[in-house]
């Protein structure tokens, strides 16, 4: 799962400033969504309730923030990362604020996904070139303490 850093830093390359109040919202609801995706389904009696409880507002004051940081959004120059999100559909007009959720919900799904996957496809049938560092670095550390082994019982010996 992606940490909330990285969800802050998608929205500041897509334009988003810090010190818009969409900003923390957007990034707190996206969390919620990622730990349980039932949240996409009542966003206005769920999802922007916990935001608003979790913010001291209303859930009026969330939904009106998230709606105009997405309008912000689409209007980024960073056209690359919104397809991106988007998994490379074309939307022209600004989404519902339902809508942006699930784009961002699928496109940190996609990219844990992803990230996951790569690391694991090196690692099949004993391939994994991490693993055999770590068996190489073992055999060497083992050699070492036959060796310290070894001395040590001679020096034992002389005494």
Not at 16 to 21: A, P, S
Request: charged share 30%.
């Amino acid at each position: 799962m992606p940490t909330e850093s990285e969800i802050k830093n998608t929205l500041r390359r897509l334009g988003v400033k810090t010190t818009n109040r969409g900003y923390s919202y957007i990034t707190y609801g996206i969390l919620l969504t990622l730990k349980d995706k039932n949240y996409l389904e009542y966003i206005t009696k769920n999802l922007y309730v916990d935001i608003a409880r979790n913010f001291n507002t209303s859930d009026l004051c969330v939904e009106r923030d998230i709606r105009t940081t997405v309008e912000a959004i689409w209007n980024t120059d960073d056209t690359e990362l919104l397809m991106e999100i988007c998994d490379g559909v074309s939307i022209p007009k600004r989404p519902a604020n339902k809508r942006f959720f699930e784009l961002m919900h699928d496109y940190f799904t996609r990219i844990t996904d992803k990230n996951s996957k790569k690391s694991c496809s090196e690692c099949t049938e004993g391939q994994c070139p991490q693993l055999k560092r770590l068996h190489k670095r073992i055999s060497e550390l083992e050699k070492e303490n036959a060796h310290l082994t070894h001395m040590l019982g001679e020096l034992r010996g002389q005494q």
